[in-house]
Structure formats: C-alpha cells, structure tokens
C-alpha cells in the first residue's frame, strides 16, 4: 500500500507563487508516475500535471502550461508542483496521485485577485 502526503498549500495574492510536494512512502513502485490533479468548488476533478519517472518526461494541462513545473526527487519518492503566476481560477483542492490508485489527501490553495 502506497501512502501519499501533500505539503504546501496555503493563501496567496494573484500573481504569487507556491510550491506544492507530495511524498510517498509504502509500496511505493518507484517507476510508477506520480503527478497532480485539482477540484474547484462545484467542479469536477481535472488533470494539472504528470511526471515520469522512467525518462522525466512531464505533461501539463494546457490551463497551467507555462505557468506550473512539475519535478522529480527520485531519492526521496517525492514530486513537486511549482506553481507561479497564479489566477483566481487555480483556487482548489490539490490532490497528489501515484499511478495504481493512489492519492493523497489533498491540499487547499486559494488565490485571491
């Protein structure tokens, strides 16, 4: 069983930055991808972003392209979502996941305007 623990959410002004992580421990299957999703109040759940492991290769939603990096500590099973330029619009719950069914708890941001 793979256990995934978010960090770094919180409040910010538009225009600012946060870093999320996600951490995984457990069963963890090194070579599976991990990456994110968010969901807005009365929204569904959409795709952020993805990082590969075997290749780093990363996929972005094009809503965050440009402006979001995901990345990848291989040592520690974490990735990371650097999030600059933030809108109104990315105010959401971030959830981590990890390819095989997992996810993480989730975390809040909230971008004010």
């Known amino acids: 069983q793979v256990q995934l623990v978010e960090s770094g959410g919180g409040l910010v002004q538009a225009g600012g930055s946060l870093r999320l992580s996600c951490a995984a421990s457990?069963?963890?299957?090194?070579?599976?991808?991990m990456g994110w999703y968010r969901q807005a109040p009365g929204k569904e759940r959409e795709f952020v972003a993805t990082?590969?492991?075997?290749?780093?290769?990363?996929y972005y939603a094009d809503s965050v392209k440009g402006r979001f990096t995901i990345s990848g500590d291989n040592a520690r099973n974490t990735v990371y979502l650097q999030m600059n330029s933030l809108k109104p619009e990315d105010t959401a719950i971030y959830y981590c996941?990890?390819?095989?069914?997992?996810w993480g708890q989730g975390t809040q941001v909230t971008v004010s305007s």
């Open positions: 990082f590969v492991w075997n290749g780093r290769n990363t």
């Open positions: 996941y990890k390819a095989g069914g997992s």
């Open positions: 457990g069963r963890t299957f090194s070579y599976y991808d």
